[in-house]
């Protein structure tokens, strides 16, 4: 890595969101260098959301700052995606009336200088500039693999072609950096390889990419970084290893051992069982283990919101 010698794309500075009385994020450092895809993990309710709409200026923070290259951003999220952010939602967020193609055109918006007037009266320059855009977002469906679905509806396409689509219509603006929310929550493993091989892609390209998500394996084989947000504060920065064995990442955040750890579903299963047959024995009021385990199971693929 040249993490050292290159300056951030992103510096967050102390962020902290409060809503009345709770503390969503707490003096939060992050940096972002580029080339680097950093994951951010953490249980439901640690912040991770909220720290994100602190980045894109969806949130005012109640401290602190961000700046994309050095340069602090106002919190407001038109400049921040002309700055050069860009981001996609944890619950999606697309025009469902409007095809696949104008759902990009849409994110392409921040980077077109063609004023309302040139667009009124449809001259040269509008028409110019409507072709290379609309060339743009081709090319960025083809990356996608979405050209094929141009014309369609996008409240037609599967819901894993929907989450793609939010990717491609984010590289509209031509991002520097990416923020992901999510980016697999709902995909089969077919969908969420493709979405590992997509970020990969993206960083090949020149956008770093900030990625939320709770499939650890996913976070792990993709990310140069992790850092873990408990209670809206960072916990642990490091590698992937360097996470991944840290004590109080798996006492605090993972409880048992993350999946894909050797034998875990193994173990999970035996201790339902156990459970299951304990809670037989006694009438059925012994049921703590039964919801330990279940918790473990679908913590994974549940949504906070
Ligand atoms: N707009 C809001 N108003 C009040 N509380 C909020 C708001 N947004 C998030 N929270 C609270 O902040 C905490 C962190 O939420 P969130 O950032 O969504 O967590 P995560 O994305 O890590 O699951 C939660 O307790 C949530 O209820
Ligand atoms: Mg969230």
Redesign the pocket.
């Known amino acids: 890595m040249t993490t050292t010698t290159t300056s951030p794309v992103l510096t967050a500075t102390g962020v902290t969101m409060r809503?009345g009385g709770?503390t969503?994020v707490q003096a939060v450092d992050l940096d972002v260098h580029p080339g680097e895809i950093v994951g951010l993990i953490?249980p439901?309710?640690?912040?991770?959301?909220?720290f994100f709409n602190c980045l894109t200026g969806l949130y005012v923070p109640t401290e602190g700052s961000v700046a994309y290259r050095g340069t602090v951003l106002p919190p407001k999220p038109h400049l921040v995606t002309q700055a050069g952010i860009a981001r996609t939602f944890q619950n999606i967020r697309l025009f469902a009336n409007m095809t696949v193609l104008e759902n990009v055109l849409v994110g392409r918006h921040t980077r077109t200088k063609e004023g309302l007037w040139s667009a009124l009266l449809r001259g040269p320059g509008f028409k110019r500039a409507e072709a290379a855009s609309k060339a743009r977002a081709m090319e960025l469906l083809e990356f996608t693999g979405l050209a094929d679905k141009a014309d369609h509806l996008s409240r037609n396409l599967p819901y894993g072609e929907q989450r793609k689509l939010e990717i491609a219509r984010a590289l509209a603006s031509d991002p520097g950096l990416l923020l992901l929310d999510e980016p697999t929550a709902g995909m089969n493993p077919q969908e969420t390889r493709a979405t590992e091989e997509l970020v990969f892609a993206i960083r090949d390209l020149g956008t770093a990419v900030l990625v939320i998500e709770h499939d650890m394996r996913f976070i792990f084989n993709l990310c140069d970084r992790v850092a873990v947000?408990v209670q809206g504060q960072k916990l642990v920065e490091g590698t992937s290893e360097v996470v991944q064995s840290d004590e109080r990442v798996i006492a605090a955040y993972l409880g048992t051992p993350f999946e894909g750890a050797p034998g875990a579903e193994e173990a999970a299963e035996v201790e339902a069982a156990e459970a299951g047959a304990t809670a037989g024995a006694t009438g059925g009021t012994t049921t703590g283990a039964t919801d330990e385990a279940q918790r473990g199971t679908t913590a994974r693929t549940e949504d906070?919101?």
């Open positions: 809503f709770l969503a953490g439901n309710g640690a912040g991770k959301t909220t947000l906070g919101q």
